[in-house]
């Protein structure tokens, strides 16, 4: 009864008063609705309407997308962040592309076995594009069914999984499979939030033991705290000749494939003396003279597991840098080139501060 409950109110609060727009909304076809859901991976769905629409525009086919050089594609998706998305959108568009003919699979156990694509995003194509019975899993509905239900189980243990799919799999509308998981999501972003729920008009109150309980604020529970790694670093913008050094960063670490200015990490933050007399400082420029124009403000990146500060610390020199892991690029060069969040906010900042040493 209490299920039943859950599935009509949930269809016809659908129907009736659900105004959630978004293009992706109702698509069939496979290959926006996974560009869309790889897009909303770790992110907000106001933000990734933006790229979403970008992608279309500049990729129409799946075949565009595996034929566009590396770097013209993670320059689009430059800013979202969680670049391994990018990293893996690309490497399951050009297995489509060329071995399955540009033909998306139409399978839940088929779409599962693409990069990048978990158990959420496999049920997600499956329902939208082709209407297989397959529940979606997200944050979104991992709230509703904690509070409806009254759940305590942790979501993020490997019971509280099991618990939640299991459920999720039980609710799940079968005749119309992408009409329910689209309307549970929908749901949970737009009644059941995460902070400030419309409890008062939402649909399913009178069977929500959370609401009923006052346990709306402590659902759903998670077990495991992040502990976050705090690094400084410090970016040397060196001019020579008109041009600035660059280079793309390598794997094992955040921002793979991304370009970055000359690094200087630190675990601490660095004062001007200290900075001179860093190693790599002295390896770079060797007994060659160098100018500092100016630094930057401090900025400031919040990642899931790391908290990136640092500063720009703009250069000239009139010999080039000693070492190859760097190379030297125009201006214009530099535009196209994709760079993380944290770079391009000092290179878009239009008030960044000339304070000299």
Not at 90 to 111: R, V
Request: hydrophobic share 40%; glycine share 4%.
């Amino acid at each position: 009864m209490q299920h039943q409950f859950f599935v009509n109110h949930l269809l016809k609060w659908n129907l009736q008063d659900n105004t959630r727009q978004m293009p992706w909304k109702g698509e069939k076809n496979p290959y926006k609705i996974w560009l869309s859901e790889i897009i909303l991976q770790q992110t907000r769905v106001d933000q990734g309407l933006q790229y979403y629409n970008r992608f279309i525009q500049s990729f129409l086919t799946i075949h565009q997308l595996a034929n566009a050089s590396e770097t013209e594609v993670f320059k689009l998706w430059e800013g979202l962040g969680y670049y391994t998305r990018c990293k893996n959108l690309i490497a399951t568009a050009k297995y489509i592309s060329i071995e399955l003919n540009g033909e998306f699979p139409d399978t839940y156990e088929q779409i599962l076995q693409l990069k990048g694509i978990g158990p959420y995003t496999a049920a997600a194509i499956a329902s939208f594009a082709f209407n297989l019975p397959y529940a979606v899993v997200d944050g979104n509905v991992f709230r509703v069914l904690s509070r409806y239900f009254g759940i305590t189980t942790a979501i993020d243990s490997t019971e509280g999984k099991q618990l939640f799919r299991n459920l999720a799999n039980k609710l799940l509308d079968v005749k119309q499979p992408g009409n329910y998981n689209q309307a549970l999501m929908d749901f949970g972003a737009v009644i059941c939030k995460p902070q400030i729920p419309l409890c008062t008009s939402c649909v399913l109150n009178s069977r929500c033991i959370a609401f009923k309980e006052s346990l709306v604020s402590q659902l759903p529970l998670k077990e495991k705290k992040i502990i976050k790694r705090n690094r400084w670093f410090y970016y040397l913008v060196i001019e020579y000749n008109g041009k600035q050094y660059v280079r793309k960063r390598g794997a094992k670490d955040i921002w793979e494939n991304l370009y970055e200015f000359v690094l200087l990490e630190n675990d601490t933050i660095l004062h001007i003396e200290e900075f001179k007399k860093q190693e790599k400082v002295k390896e770079l420029f060797g007994k060659n003279k160098f100018e500092v124009i100016h630094i930057s403000p401090v900025y400031k990146q919040l990642l899931t597991h790391q908290n990136i500060q640092g500063q720009f610390i703009k250069i000239k020199t009139s010999k080039p840098l000693a070492g190859k892991d760097y190379e030297a690029f125009t201006p214009k060069q530099i535009e196209k080139l994709p760079f993380p969040k944290f770079i391009t906010s000092y290179l878009k900042d239009k008030n960044v501060s000339l304070n000299l040493f």
